[in-house]
């Protein structure tokens, strides 16, 4: 995580410790009563409050909140697994929570008006998510990408049937080991 007390005060790690200690129960209390609401009310309270505090949300999102609720928010996860920033692997590692199963079943509809506005940049991005979840997601993504009108983004098509021609994968329905 680093080090974040500055270079000339030493931090006393059983101190530091204590404070964890202090805050962890409040912390659990109340992440325990936003799980008691429903789904839609923490659905809103995510998508509302990640701008304020995104390493809260992505906290909630990566290891608390239920996968019924990563599902309902794949659109937005996707929203932020489309464009480059800090957080772009902790969305990907989110998203990849979810069931691979429901995910083949579902990634498609709720990439498509990214896909549709997108560059090639989002389809190399979604490429990458899509070849973790399902080869054959990747082979039709690559495909659309090949059928693009854009030079750049059919460039990118060649790139990953490239990319699934020398990594031996998985059959159908299976998921990749890259």
């Known amino acids: 995580m680093g080090d974040h007390a500055p270079k000339d005060q030493m931090t006393d790690p059983n101190e530091t410790w204590k404070q964890l200690e202090l805050s962890y129960e409040p912390f659990r209390h109340a992440v325990d009563a936003f799980l008691k609401c429903t789904k839609d009310q923490r659905v809103t309270a995510i998508k509302a409050n990640y701008q304020a505090n995104r390493p809260l949300v992505i906290l909630l999102l990566s290891a608390l909140v239920l996968v019924e609720d990563l599902e309902e928010l794949l659109p937005f996860l996707l929203s932020q697994a489309e464009s480059i920033h800090g957080y772009l692997w902790a969305f990907y590692s989110i998203i990849l929570r979810i069931p691979r199963d ?77």
């Open 102 to 178: 429901w995910l083949a079943a579902h990634i498609e509809n709720a990439a498509e008006p990214f896909l549709r506005s997108g560059d090639d940049g989002t389809y190399r991005r979604f490429f990458e998510l899509y070849l973790d979840i399902d080869v054959t997601l990747a082979r039709r993504l690559a495909e659309r990408a090949l059928a693009s009108s854009d030079a750049d983004t059919r460039e990118a098509g060649t790139d990953f049937m490239e990319k699934i021609a020398n990594n031996p994968q998985p059959g159908p329905g299976q998921t990749s080991v890259l």
